[in-house]
């Protein structure tokens, strides 16, 4: 079984900078994307910025040019480094493994952690 584990959240000041890491552990082959997605209360959980294999990443606009996504395709690990954090960044932070080949099973499927909490409060 798939299991990502999410490290890295916690409570900061505007302006102030977190970074977030997730590892996925198990008996996995290959993961096609590893993405954060966030999820504020009220509101529906989006993608805050994602990696594929090819080192290409994709960043929300709300968060472009303060966050940056680093991926090891060895280690199996994520992490976001968030800078000139607003109190609009605060919010439950996901971590996401898509297109998982584990195990004996040649399909694709996706994973998620269960989340850290980033608050941005003064």
């Known amino acids: 079984q798939v299991q990502l584990d999410e490290s890295g959240g916690g409570l900061v000041q505007p302006g102030g900078s977190l970074q977030l890491s997730c590892t996925a552990s198990g008996y996995i082959y290959s993961i096609d994307t590893m993405a954060w997605y966030r999820q504020a209360p009220g509101k529906q959980r989006e993608l805050v910025a994602a990696a594929g294999t090819g080192g290409v990443a994709n960043y929300a606009d709300s968060v472009k040019d303060r966050f940056s996504i680093s991926r090891d395709g060895v280690r199996n690990t994520v992490s976001l480094q968030m800078n000139s954090l607003t109190l609009d960044d605060t919010a439950v932070y996901y971590c996401?493994?898509?297109?998982?080949?584990?195990?004996?099973?040649?399909?694709?499927?996706?994973?998620w952690g269960r989340g850290t909490q980033v608050t941005v409060s003064s």
């Open positions: 996401n493994a898509a297109g998982v080949v584990a195990g004996v099973s040649p399909h694709k499927n996706d994973y």
